[in-house]
T-cell receptor, first 113, second 118 residues
Framework: EDKVVQSPLSLVVHEGDTVTLNCSYE??????LLWYKQEKKAPTFLFML????IEKKSGRLSSILDKKELFSILNITATQTGDSAVYLC?????????????FGQGTILTVHP | GAVVSQHPSRVICKSGTSVKIECRSL??????MFWYRQFPKQSLMLMAT?????????EQGVEKDKFLINHASLTLSTLTVTSAHPEDSSFYIC??????????????FGNGTRLTVT
């Protein structure tokens, strides 16, 4: 059974801090790992990672994948109150499971002013 | 812009009634769509895979007769919660991705439907 585990489950920081969110996985026929941000509605897409060691960046957010150790991290630098959300990690498998995502529990990030 | 549209965004119904939720892919044909459910403070759980022109594939523990899925066209999948009960109250989200061969694209989500059964 595919499995995705995120840590920490919750995190409280102050504006300007840097945070690192972790995601480890076990999946048969791995295809990609995805990060989403969820704020009281449906998740919005952040990153999709398929290759090890290649950092993806978008503004203050960045992410990297390690397919040997089966984990990914999501970094947010200079956090702002608008970054407060649930961050979801998910893995996508190929083959007959193409398109299906298995989600982790999520990390609840709270950024105080 | 949005690539997956879901309707309605919120619905309140009485116990015992049925509710239909629609999911549309806006600028592509989705042969496969996915339905997820999310309870408060929990992650998304896959309910079923909706396949155009064939029966849906349900995940273990999801009642087929209660959650009817119809994928009658390449751009529309519907989820009908039949004989709804208060414990069916949840956030239902559909998703779709571009078909294989059109790039390794991420799964795009609709805006979700908050169902409250009274």
């Amino acid at each position: 059974e595919d499995k995705v585990v995120q840590s920490p489950l919750s995190l409280v920081v102050h504006e300007g801090d840097t945070v690192t969110l972790n995601c480890s996985y076990e999946v048969t026929n791995f295809r990609s790992l995805l990060w989403y941000k969820q704020e009281k509605k449906a998740p919005t897409f952040l990153f999709m990672l398929t290759s090890s060691g290649i950092e993806k960046k978008s503004g203050r957010l960045s992410s990297i994948l390690d397919k040997k150790e089966l984990f990914s991290i999501l970094n947010i630098t200079a956090t702002q109150t608008g970054d407060s959300a649930v961050y979801l990690c998910a893995v996508s498998a190929g083959g007959t499971s193409y398109g299906k995502l298995t989600f982790g529990q999520g990390t609840i990030l709270t950024v105080h002013p | 812009g949005a690539v997956v549209s879901q309707h309605p965004s919120r619905v309140i119904c009485k116990s015992g009634t049925s509710v239909k939720i629609e999911c549309r892919s806006l600028d592509f044909q989705a042969t496969t769509m996915f339905w997820y459910r999310q309870f408060p403070k929990q992650s998304l759980m896959l309910m079923a895979t909706s396949n155009e022109g064939s029966k849906a594939t349900y995940e273990q523990g999801v009642e087929k007769d209660k959650f009817l899925i119809n994928h009658a066209s390449l751009t529309l999948s519907t989820l009908t919660v039949t004989s709804a009960h208060p414990e069916d109250s949840s956030f239902y989200i559909c998703s779709a991705r571009y078909p294989p061969g059109q790039g390794n694209s991420p799964l795009h989500f609709g805006n979700g439907t908050r169902l409250t059964v009274t």
